[in-house]
């Protein structure tokens, strides 16, 4: 999106790197060089003067837009842009597990998972959105493409020597895969289906528990580790390591490259994404909440989907996602598909969380089904504090 300030005047022009500059200066009276009226054919100090006097304000014009724009990453006061400065190196994918993890199995975890995110990141390019002939276990009409997605980590899980069971948010029944194994996987192999034939960004998401905690009877916080990644016009994965949360991004030649490391979500925000809004019609907390968020003039950030919902936070450094239930509109979020495996994300990231209703982390719910569901409120701590205060029913 291009920022007003950019567009404010016909007398700017777009540098190639990509800031507001003052157009040519025209030459001066008393240099030796007159400026002519085009209109009428005149040249003399009248002219050069309107001239002179339009290119200062131009000047000044563009002087309070570049201004504008250093405070706001070149775009309007309501944008967050990117602070990444670019690198002369960026580690690879094996330099920082060499580093960052130190569990050789969950390594090789790792670097299987993201093998299957290539195939998925691949597949979405070349296969058009479709009904599928099958349903879910949910009686839901698949797409090709979940089905297609779901099928490459299914394959996964079946010829990995370290999974030893697994469960799909598409037939959500575990199911053991390989009695050597070490690790529980549990999968949304392709969130946001009711977006992806706008080609807008999905992701999938993975929450890896071990065999000796197991699933049923686990917490999020029994979690060994969690993926997410995010397929928009990058392939962008988001992995809780040893010491933080790290971004890897697919570069040329299907190579991971380190774009972030150690991610950090600040306590307060400026971003909201308010999803399940058909709750506020009856919860008063929750549409006291909304109108709080447009009165304070927060920026809305919401598309309707997971995974860009909650990831923006890891980029902009902030945010905050809600998704708080009512009788006519109860929860729909998966906790060992989807709340858990981001949960642990943003709380390594510093940010904070509540299952919507007692208050706590979703992190310390007990897992008692697979398909268990749970109201969710994620990111900047400040913002989900706020959450529990104007929104749970006391």
Same mark, same amino acid.
């Given at each position: ?303 309707? *989907? ?12 902030? *945010? ?75």
């Amino acid at each position: 999106m291009i920022g007003a300030a950019v567009l404010a005047s016909p007398l700017t022009f777009i540098a190639p790197g990509g800031s507001p500059q003052a157009a040519p200066r025209a030459a001066l009276p008393g240099t030796g060089t007159e400026t002519r009226n085009t209109k009428s054919g005149v040249a003399g100090p009248t002219a050069a003067l309107v001239a002179t006097a339009g290119l200062a304000a131009a000047g000044r014009r563009c002087t309070r837009q570049q201004r504008r724009a250093d405070e706001a990453y070149g775009a309007s006061h309501t944008s967050f842009y990117t602070d990444a400065v670019a690198k002369d190196k960026y580690d690879t994918l094996e330099e920082v597990l060499a580093d960052k993890l130190k569990d050789e199995k969950l390594k090789g975890m790792v670097n299987e998972l993201l093998d299957a995110c290539v195939k998925i990141t691949e597949a979405l390019r070349v296969n058009l959105v479709t009904v599928n002939d099958a349903s879910n276990a949910f009686g839901d009409r698949q797409l090709t493409v979940d089905v297609i997605a779901d099928n490459l980590l299914w394959d996964l899980a079946k010829s990995s020597k370290y999974v030893y069971e697994a469960s799909s948010e598409e037939e959500p029944e575990i199911v053991q895969t390989n009695g050597d194994g070490q690790y529980v996987l549990c999968w949304d192999p392709l969130d946001g289906s009711s977006i992806v034939d706008n080609n807008w960004a999905v992701g999938t998401i993975v929450g890896v528990w071990d065999k000796s905690t197991g699933l049923i009877g686990a917490t999020g916080r029994d979690q060994v580790m969690s993926l997410v990644a995010l397929y928009g016009p990058r392939t962008t994965v988001f992995i809780t390591l040893d010491d933080g949360v790290y971004e890897f991004t697919l570069g040329d030649g299907n190579k991971w490259i380190c774009s972030r490391d150690k991610i950090q979500i600040k306590p307060e925000c400026k971003i909201f994404a308010p999803a399940n809004m058909r709750a506020a019609q009856e919860v008063d907390g929750y549409n006291n909440l909304i109108n709080h968020y447009m009165t304070n003039k927060f920026t809305l950030r919401y598309t309707g *989907g997971l995974v860009p919902d909650v990831c923006q936070q890891f980029t902009k450094g902030q *945010g905050v996602f809600t998704n708080p239930t009512s009788k006519a509109s109860p929860a729909k979020l998966r906790l060992a598909f989807e709340a858990a495996p981001f949960g642990r994300l943003v709380e390594m990231s510093g940010g904070k969380t509540s299952d919507g209703v007692s208050g706590n982390s979703v992190l310390d719910m007990k897992i008692t089904a697979v398909d268990q569901r749970t109201a969710l409120a994620i990111g900047s701590a400040q913002e989900v504090q706020r959450f529990n205060e104007m929104v749970l029913q006391k």
